[in-house]
């Protein structure tokens, strides 16, 4: 079984700078990947599909890249409304699909 | 505008049975395969089950194999999960979710959830 590990677990940001997180598979996904954004009492929303497509209506200072075994999200400058919870999907073993455990970007 | 309405949560004790409903709107229902992720109270996301478009296919996460039984009425719009032998580690927000788009599998579409809680 492909197990998909995020880190950090908390990414601590001041508000305009750069957030990096990190979506590693023990075995290759292709680019079987997405990421999700969740604020508490809410839903998930996608953010990026294929590792580095943005889904409709996302902000550009979302971005995704990777591919294989190593994927990144970066939020080039956090704005207040993206302190969040980010989850990676894996997808490749459809219609299964697989969640890393998450790394909640919190405000420095 | 796709909408994603759960219902059918409560409370339960252990070994109990519980159904849960889904009814969509705003898009071709007959179209699209069908999905239930749960979060535990202060943990991650899990995928539970998927039912194909025809609702003739279905899979499951290992720990739910053999206890909950998804399903669908496309003449109403509607995605069930039925779910037996409930176990505390069932307790859950469970969400019902779309893929975004055909030949896209990630979820582009989540409905508000519905909070299973299994205890005596």
């Known amino acids: 079984e492909i197990v998909m590990t995020q880190s950090p677990a908390t990414l601590s940001v001041s508000p305009g700078e750069r957030a990096t997180l990190s979506c590693r598979a023990s075995q290759s996904v292709g680019s079987n990947l997405a990421w999700y954004q969740q604020k508490p009492g809410q839903a998930p929303r996608l953010l990026i599909y294929g590792a580095s497509t943005r889904a409709t209506g996302i902000p550009a200072r979302f971005s995704g890249s990777g591919s294989g075994t190593e994927f990144t999200l970066t939020i080039s400058r956090l704005q207040s409304e993206d302190f969040a919870i980010y989850y990676c999907?894996?997808?490749?073993?459809?219609?299964?699909?697989?969640f890393g455990q998450g790394t909640k970007v919190e405000i420095k | 505008e796709v909408q994603l309405v759960e219902s059918g949560g409560g409370l339960v004790q252990p070994g109990g049975s519980l159904r849960l409903s889904c009814a969509a709107s705003?898009?071709?229902?007959?179209?699209?395969?069908m999905n239930w992720v749960r979060q535990a109270p202060g943990k991650g996301l899990e995928w539970v089950s998927y039912i194909s478009s025809s609702g003739s296919a279905m899979s499951y996460t290992d720990s739910v194999q053999g206890r909950f039984t998804a399903s669908r009425d496309n003449a109403k719009s509607s995605v069930f999960l039925e779910m037996n032998s409930l176990r505390a580690e069932d307790t859950a927000v469970y969400y019902c979710?779309?893929?975004?788009?055909?030949?896209?599998?990630?979820?582009?579409?989540w409905g508000q959830g519905t909070l299973v809680t299994v205890s005596s």
């Open positions: 705003g898009f071709t229902f007959s179209s699209y395969e």
């Open positions: 979710a779309r893929i975004d788009f055909s030949g896209n599998a990630a979820f582009g579409y």
């Open positions: 999907q894996r997808y490749d073993n459809w219609p299964a699909r697989t």
